[in-house]
């Protein structure tokens, strides 16, 4: 059988799915490793920032790399390291240092996510068809659903294996990037708009002021989502004093449903609603989720406060990648690189400001509310590209 675009975008939903499983299977251990290993709160908080930073050199080193190997060779190592770093979280924390352990298996996993985050959205852009904002949300809501299944499978994984074997947890969820590296050596991958060697946008992006607002929107739209996020599980099961499979179930799992929700409806919907506007109804409701989750006395009503930040975001990041690239055209590889790079800022920030507020007060609700600052910021620069003209 001939491979088709569809597969080339099926597959890309599988690379989404891989990079939520970088990025949330760690968080759901984050207790366990506080607990086995006496690895304290700004530690794990390290955590999150190293991992997230190591993704932003890679996000800030793509372009050149992938102009060399190309997007198939960069997709198979991303696949391959990623690998490599959820299998070493069976044995690295026994071998050496537990910290240290840890941290060399999440620095494999964020080589393999970041490059992922560079080259997914693209190639998902270059597949024929039309309405590609919606199939870039619809492709980006996948990391939703994988966020989802790392949370349900993992859950009932510790109610039947126990907590205590969370070790093998980690190469079983390997299996995912073992298959899609695979399914990659197939399809097709084709030409990225604005690639070619007589597009000179690239080269005179950072000269232009929209790019600039895009830049900050993609780093408030990265610590908006993250902040609670990276958090949720350890907010409900130690701050809000529910069991670890309750809070699971209603802290990430539910921020990641309403999340996928949000970027399913766009993806079946999108094109009948202004971008801009959408984005600014969605800070406004994020701000809400925030205030929701962080100063209410009910623990069910905190978590409520989640899911609405889940679905308040969801449209955050594939959004501001469609809006570049209508107002970017021709930005290509290094234009998808820098926003990732700036998402990656955010995704390390807002998790990282949580974390050491937190760790300061004392009290994760304090953590959380800090962290509205970035819906807020999200709010003002989407209202100011409204006035600007495509370049």
Known sequence: MKLQAKHTVYSCYLGYVTQAIVNNLPPLLFLTFNREFAISLDRISLLITVNFC???????????????????????????????????????????????????????????????????????????????AARMSMLHSFYCWGHMAVVLLSTLYFTLAGIENWRLLPPLWALVPLFTLFAFTKVPIYAIPGDDEETKLPKSIFRIKVFWILFF????????????SQWSSMFAEDGLKVSKTVGDLLGPCSFAFFMGLSRFL??????????????????????LGYLVTSLSPIPLLSLAGCAICGFSVGLMWPGTFSLGATYLRGGGTFMYAMFALAGDVGCSAGPGVV???????????????????????????????????PA
């Open 54 to 132: 190591i993704q932003i050199l890679v996000d800030f080193l793509s372009p050149g790399v992938i102009k060399r190997t190309g997007y198939r060779k960069a997709a198979l190592c991303s696949f391959l390291v990623t690998i490599i770093g959820l299998t070493g979280f069976y044995y690295l924390p026994f071998l050496l240092d537990p910290y240290v352990g840890i941290l060399i298996s999440m620095v494999f996993n964020a080589i393999g996510g970041g490059i992922l985050e560079v080259i997914v959205s693209p190639i998902v852009e270059a597949c024929p068809g039309t309405n590609k």
């Open 217 to 228: 929107v993609m780093i408030c739209a990265g610590a908006s989502e993250q902040g609670v």
């Open 266 to 287: 766009y993806g079946m919907k999108g094109e009948s609603l202004n971008l801009i506007r959408s984005l600014k109804a969605t800070s406004l409701l994020c701000i």
């Open 355 to 389: 974390g050491i507020i937190s760790q300061f007060t004392g009290k994760m609700n304090l953590g959380i509310l800090t962290a509205i600052l970035f819906p807020v910021g999200m709010l003002i620069l989407v209202s100011l590209l409204k006035r600007q003209k």
